[in-house]
């Protein structure tokens, strides 16, 4: 008997059934030429501090070598249920004492007395007399930048403060390497800035934004020519 067009040998149909995955290497590659990657390297960090500290918190911020985006923490209890064990959800933590900011040292060593005038308005190193909480919390600003240095993404550490200064090594081994010293914080919580044209006022002041006007146009144009080109190589392949 004639096969016809319709018959289907068993590999045929095993292959015809097998699943794919949502999205491919090209649509991975479109995205990226789109939307670029978030780099590293391109950040900014702004220290707010409590008022009575006589420094240039601007030189401060500037000094910042490495900081980190806060993170979450969902705390758990194991509960038990028949046979089963559920991880119900309890808390949520905000690392709220693990934020590490490295610093570059002037020659001045402008941040190192920057941080011990901070440390030293909440605990007098003297009588040891702690001040009130509300008079040594400052707020500090992590941003996150593009290529263009226009703000994509911003967190505020609220009610932070400095607990750790770490020890600041010198030697002779280190050759003419810069001077680095560590600063830990604590803080309450942190906040996420939103997106698009609202942005917080410290970001105003600063007058770093989520995308200026020419650079969305920029973007647009980008975006289309990109789209141009996949769909071309679609085509051709």
Partial sequence: ?????????????????KKKTVFSLNDMVSHVRRNDLTRANRFACYINGPRG?????????????????????LTYTPVKIGPW?????????F????????????????????FESWM?????????EVKFYGDYTGEITIYSLNRQD?????????????RILSLTPLGHSAGEGVARMTVTFSFLKWKPGEKGDRRSLLGQ????????L?????????????DLVDDTIDKIF
């Fill in 1 to 17: 008997m004639a096969k016809t067009d319709t018959d289907t040998s068993p590999a045929e149909s095993d292959a015809s059934k």
């Fill in 53 to 73: 500290i006589d420094a240039d918190e601007r030189e401060m911020s500037m000094m910042v070598e490495e900081v980190a985006v806060p993170g979450l923490n």
């Fill in 85 to 93: 064990t559920e991880n119900r959800v309890s808390n949520m933590e």
């Fill in 95 to 114: 690392y709220g004492d693990t934020a590490a900011i490295t610093f570059l040292t002037d020659t001045d060593w402008n941040a190192r007395q920057y």
């Fill in 120 to 128: 030293k308005e909440i605990v007098d190193p003297v009588t040891k």
């Fill in 150 to 162: 226009e703000i994509i993404g911003e967190w505020t550490l609220h009610e932070a403060f400095p």
């Fill in 205 to 212: 002041i600063l007058n770093l934004r989520f995308g200026t």
């Fill in 214 to 226: 020419e650079g969305q146009l920029k973007n647009s144009i980008k975006n289309t020519i990109d």
